[in-house]
């Protein structure tokens, strides 16, 4: 009940700039976490503070290690290719970590890809069925170009599978407003290796559970 009068009282009336967490060189402000209420769209700002809670997470004994890119970084590779992003990771050696987590804004419908280094799979998420084998292939291009530079190794792009995940294989999305949503949570079940055995009607569940978590910077 504390947790609920919580999130009530973040969810309700305030001033649209107050700040209500901050961390990762990140704020999420109160009209941020506002586009957990029911039925909004989610912005970059709560999506890049939750995949930083992944990684956060991630960091515990006995987890895989994650890295999670931004919502900008793919739309900077696409139109400007590898050399747009190559300082990206100046501090960050990809293949140091296990799985790889790319968040995808397509106009106003989120997906994401699941890179896992160690399985050599690329693997495309979207609630709504649609195919994004394009954008592994890009991603795929952009970790050999990262390879090459950062290692001077080439990967063998015939030993990686890429692959758009099915509707039968991952949760599906039934209206028009909770990509976002099933996206973060195809992240956080993707970083743990759990089954996603989550639906459509947990997601106002999982909107309030984001907000709890997005204020007190820890996943629940």
């Not at 990140?26 to 970059?44: F, I, S």
């Not at 992003?85 to 995808?104: E, G, Q």
């Not at 949760?171 to 909770?178: A, F, K, R, V």
């Amino acid at each position: 009940q504390a947790m609920e009068r919580e999130i009530i009282a973040a969810l309700g009336k305030g001033q649209p700039d107050e700040i209500m967490s901050s961390a990762f060189k990140l704020k999420v402000t109160r009209e941020d976490l506002q586009t957990l209420r029911n039925l909004c769209w989610l912005n970059d700002e709560v999506i890049n503070f939750y995949m930083n809670l992944v990684i956060e997470r991630n960091k515990k004994e006995g987890y895989p290690a994650v890295h999670a890119f931004s919502t900008f970084f793919f739309p900077k590779l696409y139109s400007g290719g590898y050399k747009a992003v190559a300082r990206w990771t100046k501090n960050v050696d990809l293949f140091k970590y296990d799985i790889i987590l790319v968040p995808i804004h397509l106009r106003s419908h989120w997906a994401l890809v699941v890179i896992n280094i160690r399985e050599k799979t690329v693997k495309y998420f979207d609630s709504m069925e649609q195919k994004g084998d394009y954008i592994c292939k890009t991603l795929l291009k952009y970790l050999n170009d990262e390879s090459r530079v950062k290692r001077n190794v080439v990967i063998n792009i015939l030993e990686w599978t890429v692959h758009s995940m099915e509707s039968h294989e991952i949760p599906q999305q039934y209206n028009g407003s909770d990509c976002g949503v099933f996206m973060c949570q195809y992240a956080n079940y993707a970083a743990c290796n759990k089954p996603m055995n989550f639906k459509q009607a947990h997601m106002p569940y999982f909107r309030k559970r984001m907000v709890w978590e997005i204020i007190h910077q820890e996943l629940l």
